[in-house]
């Protein structure tokens, strides 16, 4: 299947972005989105480590003892 032919939601932004053309962009302009894009990744990753870290704290502390 083709990247055009999933469904994506209309209201995230990484599928708006997708849905942009890119041969209007130079060079500069596609490596700086990449710069941009990657950044964004990092900064998701660190909040999904910090929400999973924060949900294993939780899990721990209502635990049953055993």
Do not use: G, T
């Not at 055009?4 to 989105?33: F, G, I, K, M, N």
């Not at 950044?39 to 999973?52: L, T, Y």
């Amino acid at each position: 299947m083709d990247d055009d032919d999933r469904p994506r939601a209309r209201s995230d932004a990484a599928s708006q972005l997708a849905l942009e053309p890119l041969d209007r962009l130079s060079q500069d302009e596609l490596a700086e989105r990449i710069v941009l894009l990657e950044a964004e990744i990092v900064r998701i990753k660190a909040h999904r480590d910090k929400v999973s870290a924060h949900r294993a704290a939780a899990d721990a502390l209502f635990r049953r003892p055993d």
